[in-house]
């Protein structure tokens, strides 16, 4: 199946810059997706980009893929102590409907 | 996006027993559901993919006899987790494909203890 793989954590200070980056084994990848998991809760969708862009901007997030690659990145700008909370990254699987997960990226956001 | 409910959040049960967790579609006809299941500090794994009116589809190396998916209505999955023991407790997460893009919306999870 799809191999997705993320780093597992990631520690910034409140205001700089976050960015968690993925990677991917299937190019055959129609959209690639990030979600946001804060504690004890379901996943939310945060932004989506489809394979033949190389960048989409969504207020304070960036979402960079390098398709050669096969390396996806997400940009928190200014990030903020609410950002704190796990990443997935995502994508088409090639079993349906079904979305292929990261084990996701644990972001500390420190004042 | 599509309002995808769980329920119940909790459950602690004792091992032997059967538990049920719906997932319920709000505002969107769902003909396809999906069950996921997360370990601690792990990833989400795909369980089943469940069909409205017809039998689930399951993962390899998942127990359809064990996890019972039914998916009776266009808004309504049940997962039964039957004579449940303690390495069934977990995170499982049911989602809907309700966006254009394929996008997945997640319900808010059920966390599933087996004392």
């Known amino acids: 199946g799809e191999d997705v793989e993320q780093s597992l954590f990631l520690s910034v200070r409140e205001g700089d810059s976050s960015v968690i980056n993925c990677t991917y084994t299937d190019s055959s990848s129609t959209y690639l997706y990030w979600y946001k998991q804060e504690p004890g809760a379901g996943l939310q969708l945060l932004t989506y980009i489809f394979s033949n862009m190389d960048m989409k901007q969504d207020q304070r997030l960036t979402v960079l893929l390098n398709k050669k690659d096969k390396h996806l990145s997400l940009r928190i700008a200014d990030t903020q102590t609410g950002d704190s909370a796990i990443y997935f990254c995502a994508v088409n699987s090639n079993s349906g409907y079904a979305l292929n997960f990261g084990k996701g990226t644990s972001l500390l956001v420190t004042p | 996006g599509a309002v995808v409910s769980q329920h119940p959040s909790w459950v602690i049960c004792k091992s032997g027993t059967s538990v049920k967790i719906e997932c319920r579609s709000l505002d969107f006809q769902a003909t396809t559901m999906f069950w996921y299941r997360q370990f601690p500090k792990q990833s989400l794994m795909l369980m089943a993919t469940?069909?409205?009116?017809?039998?689930?589809?399951?993962e390899q190396g998942v127990e359809k006899d064990k996890f019972l998916i039914n998916h009776a209505s266009l808004t309504l999955s049940t997962l039964t987790v039957t004579s449940a023991h303690p390495e069934d407790s977990s995170f499982y997460i049911c989602?809907?494909?309700?966006?254009?893009?394929?996008?997945?919306?997640f319900g808010e999870g059920s966390r599933l203890t087996v004392l």
């Open positions: 989602s809907v494909s309700g966006g254009s893009t394929g996008e997945l919306f």
């Open positions: 469940s069909n409205e009116g017809s039998k689930a589809t399951y």
